[in-house]
């Protein structure tokens, strides 16, 4: 009964996403892979920053302004909540890929994009309900940030700070073992 009530509800799902911020992030970051591309050029800085911007309107799709409206029915808020996301991570995801074959060097997105949105999700399920997306859409940003500012020093806080990038797998299976202690809350 869930999975129908679910599969239902994806196209009113996907009308009620606010895409205007995904869809600019994306044409945007594709633009500067594109330039970066161009100029042969560098793209450490430029795949951070975007895989910050994208996780963070991913994070941001995980917000149902409808909640209260749709409690009664037999879905979960939590379910309700991660067809949202998948929905985006439609869009962002495939992105992520054309940014990472377009910019030069063999840099990969998808990983530490997968690592920064697990992370800002899994930070959501702990917040309080009224601020629970806003705050966790600014985890990816502020650790793509700290891993440009002290990312480069050695020792534990220079790890910490890049961990997303080098070993986002393991950030992922941590993010996910939160969100699923938290997925009830």
Known sequence: ????????????????????PVLGLAVG??????????GDES???VLGMGAGALSAA???????????????????????RLLRLGLVAL????????VATVLPGDDRMVAPLLALTGTGVAVATWLPVDRDVTLA????????CLAE?????????????TLWRTDPWPV???????LVAGRRR
């Open 91 to 98: 869009v962002a995801v495939p992105v992520g890929l054309l």
């Open 149 to 161: 500012m002290v990312g480069g020093l050695t020792g534990p806080v220079g790890d910490a700070a």
């Open 58 to 80: 991913l994070v941001l799709s995980w917000r149902d302004a409808a909640a209260g409206l749709l409690a009664p029915v037999p879905v979960s808020r939590f379910a309700r």
């Open 1 to 20: 009964m869930r999975a129908a009530t679910l599969h239902q509800a994806v196209r009113p799902t996907a009308r009620a996403i606010a895409w205007t």
């Open 137 to 144: 859409a600014a985890v990816p940003l502020v650790w793509v």
């Open 172 to 178: 992922l299976a941590l993010a996910l073992v939160v």
């Open 29 to 38: 970051l594709l633009a500067v892979a594109g330039l970066f591309r161009l």
């Open 43 to 45: 793209s450490d800085a």
